[in-house]
């Protein structure tokens, strides 16, 4: 079926007029706490703003700016666009996406785009400090407080609750993370409002509508939360698989080794956004404000609980397997292991595989030696956390003391801790060291003498590694994510 001649379309902010081949968009006279257009000059500036920005995505779609006069004289603002195919819209493949066999492709072609764009956008120290985590936190807070005042009760207060206090904890302990964003280039002037809905895939390529115009300041964004507003629109379009296409794709084409946390994040953040806006709308236009309210902040809390930050202990004596049980659950979650032989061994000046092995308490296994190792195991994890990369760290942590230090290096890095203690009866484990070839140097020894000095610990979840591998995995996984 052909399209038709005319249509009137409205969003929070705009109103659309679809005539023929073109497209005319006018602001609203509306004031929405983020926005106000309730001026002539307001509107005319920011449609001026809108094809100047617009140009940069997609020249040949934003014509210039024209205006509806009144008999008095009195002339309305208008951005006059060429109209774009309805069938070609992203959101409208996304929902047909099983007819659609190259939208991959489409995807793809859009992390692209946006890639390229982030490669020359503009940069600078205006621009950089919108991405510092005092900035970031200031967005958020600002967001939290418009929800509060304008539409909380759409929400509700446990969730809503749930989502300040993750989103200030994380925030709390990444001010290196940001710090290292902004050294890196990557805080750009971007998009910042890329929609499904507002991205067409054409035969020679996307065209990317809609850039944020009404405020530079909100378009100065880190380059991985522009891509991840666009994620977020197809997660809650019910394409995870597409959202997970367009980020790996995009940091890849951008050679951006940002943490999955920071993702986690900004996706967080982008719902929120959402979740906000229909809060300030209510049922002003539509009567689903409500549902999408809450069911954006789910999504938000969802992506946090994902993002958490953690150090995790895996710890138990000599041939119990934690650091077989420390690998898996790395390769599960996604962590970074430091294994206390590896670093001992490092601080030593031995290479990882060679022996060195000695009594109990001696050598490079004396107190010393073990103090320092511990030491460079939490400086290493901290440096690590305050960077959104989650730690695994494989020790005996038979020390209460210790146990304690690496409890103190969560709480300064707003890292929540996890402490995993392996247990297997003393004959297997002994039948494990002695055909183990790993580079640990403990004889039956050395495990008889940390089970003998181990200190209690009572806030560790106990693993069974007599259990299959996969077992211990997943109950170790369980006992970290909380599932």
């Not at 700016?65 to 603002?77: A, K, N, Q, V, W």
Request: hydrophobic fraction near 45%.
């Amino acid at each position: 079926m052909a399209e038709q001649y005319a249509e009137v379309r409205e969003t929070h902010s705009g109103v659309v007029v679809l005539l023929g081949d073109l497209a005319y968009k006018l602001k609203r006279p509306v004031r929405l706490g983020f926005l106000d257009f309730t001026t002539l000059e307001a509107r005319r500036q920011v449609c001026a703003r809108e094809v100047e920005l617009n140009r940069q995505f997609s020249p040949d779609v934003y014509l210039g700016l024209g205006g509806l006069r009144t008999p008095d004289g009195t002339e309305e603002p208008v951005v006059v666009m060429r109209r774009m195919p309805d069938d070609r819209r992203l959101a409208h493949l996304v929902a047909g996406r099983e007819s659609v066999p190259d939208l991959a492709a489409h995807v793809r072609a859009i992390a692209r785009r946006v890639a390229a764009f982030h490669g020359r956008a503009r940069r600078g120290p205006e621009v950089d400090a919108e991405g510092t985590r005092d900035a970031i936190r200031g967005r958020w807070d600002a967001s939290f407080a418009q929800v509060h005042g304008q539409g909380a009760d759409l929400i509700g207060s446990p969730l809503l609750d749930e989502v300040e206090t993750r989103v200030h904890t994380f925030l709390a302990g990444r001010e290196p993370l940001f710090d290292d964003r902004v050294r890196r280039g990557r805080v750009v002037d971007g998009h910042a409002d890329l929609l499904a809905d507002d991205i067409f895939c054409l035969d020679d390529g996307p065209r990317i509508l809609d850039c944020l115009e009404f405020d530079d300041r909100l378009r100065y964004v880190d380059g991985l939360d522009d891509i991840a507003f666009l994620a977020m629109d197809l997660e809650w379009l019910g394409a995870p698989e597409l959202a997970e296409l367009l980020c790996s794709t995009y940091l890849e084409l951008a050679d951006d080794p940002a943490p999955q946390a920071l993702l986690e994040h900004f996706v967080a953040y982008r719902a929120f956004v959402r979740a906000k806006v229909s809060c300030l709308r209510g049922a002003s236009l539509h009567g689903s404000a409500a549902h999408q309210a809450a069911g954006f902040t789910e999504l938000a809390a969802r992506h946090l609980r994902a993002g958490t930050v953690r150090l995790v202990l895996v710890g138990g004596p000599p041939g119990t397997g934690k650091t077989t049980l420390a690998g898996d659950l790395a390769d599960r979650l996604g962590c970074t292991v430091l294994s206390s032989d590896r670093v001992r061994k490092e601080l030593a000046g031995v290479p990882a595989e060679a022996s060195a092995r000695a009594p109990v308490g001696q050598g490079i296994y004396d107190p010393t030696h073990t103090r320092a190792t511990y030491d460079e195991l939490l400086r290493r994890a901290g440096a690590l956390l305050a960077m959104g990369e989650s730690v695994i760290l494989d020790a005996s942590w038979s020390d209460a003391e210790d146990r304690a230090r690496a409890a103190a290096v969560a709480v300064m890095t707003s890292s929540a801790l996890v402490c995993l203690r392996c247990l297997l009866d003393e004959q297997r484990a002994a039948a494990r060291i002695l055909a183990r070839t790993g580079i640990s140097d403990a004889d039956e020894a050395i495990a008889a003498a940390v089970r003998h000095r181990e200190a209690p610990w009572p806030e560790s979840t106990a693993v069974d590694t007599g259990r299959s591998r996969e077992e211990c995995v997943d109950l170790a996984a369980a006992a970290v994510t909380g599932a």
